[in-house]
């Protein structure tokens, strides 16, 4: 389907573009990272092959801000093109001493031609959930700011004169509630944004009928599952936000199921405050959780037992289009 690979690797204010040639990935140079670039890189580019924009296939890292650019420009070009994770092209590679971009651009090609038969292009979010994240992103940014700010002085209090810890706790209080007034808003905002499309909102209500997962969950989780299109199924969507237990064994050895590091720590982390929730007003994610701690089991394993038990809820919501039904609880 593809004929003509690039591969590019991005940074802030410049991007790397090589691309193949008799299966072997030549170097064309350094742009700037914006729509001049683009436009002078591809031109050059152009002057190496004959085949269409159509038989094009361009990879290049996700890196957040910096690829989201060139991501916009290739799709309105109608190029084919991969904004891929970089570890899975770091883990590819194999082991590699040192980074230089140059390398890398020809590494992200040779990988994009290797890849060539499983890479799907990548297509831009919508515009709600470009909105959502950003949004989402800057609550999370106002909450650590919040806290850090309510911790601060609480172990000095003991050790600073008290006129002295009171100058400095008021200014805190000021810039807290402040920071507090904003959040509002900006939950305010997402509500508003994710009312406006009716599947986001309906999705959103269904969601919420899973008994644990609040507004805020609700909208981390539209937000990132593309409003549950990019995950077909809960398992997998389990494995992205790092619950899901995969097996430890080698040989002879069979050691306990563990979950991976590599997960969306931000959408784990919610999960937690979800359970908690669900503990203390479900009776029957509070009965299986008494009874599995009963049991011996360890705490740790049964909370992220009870997170998976809420996703998989989730997802059965989404896909029936009824909102979740309470069940009774067996002893």
């Known amino acids: 389907m593809y ?15 090589s691309f193949l040639v008799d299966n072997k990935p030549v170097y064309l140079g ?12 591809f031109k050059q580019l152009r002057a190496h092959t004959e085949d269409p924009y159509s038989s094009w296939f361009v990879c290049f890292e996700n890196t957040g801000v910096y690829s989201k650019a060139f991501l916009e420009w290739l799709v309105s070009q109608g190029i084919a093109c991969r904004e891929e994770n970089a570890l899975k092209i770091s883990k590819s590679l194999g082991l590699k001493r040192g980074k230089n971009d140059k390398i890398d651009s020809k590494d992200i090609c040779m990988y994009a031609f290797e890849k060539r038969n499983t890479l799907q292009p990548s297509i831009l979010p ?13 609550r999370i940014l106002l909450i650590k700011q919040r806290v850090a700010l309510e911790s601060s002085l609480k172990e000095q209090k003991s050790f600073l004169d008290p006129h002295f810890f009171d100058l ?3 200014g805190n209080k000021t810039i807290i509630k402040a920071i507090k007034e904003q959040i509002s808003t900006i939950e305010l905002c997402i509500e508003e944004t994710i009312s406006k499309d009716d599947g986001a909102k309906m999705n959103h209500k269904l969601a919420q009928s ?15 599952t593309h409003n549950y299109s990019s995950f077909d199924d809960a398992r997998k969507f389990a494995c992205y936000a790092g619950t899901a237990p995969f097996p430890n064994q080698s040989g002879k050895r069979q050691g306990r199921s563990q979950v991976s590091h590599m997960a969306n720590k931000t959408i784990k982390s919610l999960l937690s405050n979800a359970v908690f929730a669900a503990i203390r007003y479900d009776p029957q994610i509070s009965h299986y959780y008494a009874r599995k701690l009963d049991e011996g089991k360890d705490k740790g394993i049964v909370i992220n037992a009870i997170k998976n038990k809420l996703i998989q809820r ?9 909102p979740y039904v309470k069940l009774p609880v067996y002893a």
């Open 126 to 138: 919508k515009p709600l959930i470009v909105k959502l994240k950003k949004l989402l992103s800057q």
């Open 314 to 322: 989730v997802f059965c919501v989404i896909k029936r289009q009824a």
């Open 30 to 41: 350094q742009f700037s990272n914006d729509i001049n670039g683009f436009k002078v890189a």
């Open 168 to 170: 400095l706790n008021n």
């Open 3 to 17: 004929s003509f690979f690039v591969g590019s690797d991005m940074s802030k204010d410049f991007f790397d573009i």
């Open 210 to 224: 899973v008994i644990g997962i609040g507004p805020i969950n609700s909208a981390f989780l539209i937000a990132f």
